[in-house]
């Protein structure tokens, strides 16, 4: 399978089991799970379960997960669909997390903090080079430090996806090391 195909698959995977399931009259259950079956009988984009299952192992963030039978996947996080819960249990974070942003935000999180915007969570990573990967992707990055432990020590509840990426609702902005 070329390189090409597999990001296709993986760009459809993330618009329909994060976004938009019903672009294709898939239905997802509470906790993000479609069956492969429909998955595979459903797209236009025409894969096997065998380019799937390599899609699923070989993407370097992560992205998916399988059932142990690998009749069902999901999206491990970065859902916009308010509908589906992860069952994800609240952690104590590290005492730095990171952010990747580019610089045209930074004047606004200055000024309002993280915000998870159409999505179900602020995502924040546990290294600077994992943070430095996701602000690249739209340009130059600039790297935030998030106090996470103190965030925790004041309220804020973290959760960690199944492919470690560290997760809350907000950070504020008084949180933030610029």
Known sequence: M???????????????????????????????????NDILEKSKLQFTLEELNEVVITNDK?????NADKTKIRANQGHSLKTV???LEAQIPPRFLYHGTVPKFIPKIKSQ??????RQHVHLSKDRD???K????????????????????NGHQFFIS???VWL?????????DF
Do not use: C
Request: aromatic residues 8%; glycine residues 8%; charged residues 25%.
């Open 134 to 153: 996701v602000g690249s992707r739209r340009g130059k990055p600039v790297i935030l430090s998030i106090r996470a432990l103190d965030m925790y020590n």
């Open 2 to 36: 070329t390189e090409q195909h597999k990001k296709q698959i993986s760009k459809f995977l993330s618009l329909i089991l994060r976004h938009q399931p019903e672009k294709i009259g898939l239905t997802l259950d509470e906790n993000g799970w479609a069956l492969v």
């Open 162 to 164: 199944n492919n470690g």
């Open 113 to 118: 903090g993280l915000k998870k915007m159409n």
């Open 85 to 87: 819960d992860l069952n």
């Open 168 to 176: 809350t609702d907000t950070v504020p902005f008084e949180f933030i």
């Open 62 to 66: 992560q992205r998916f997960s399988f």
């Open 130 to 132: 994992t943070a430095i």
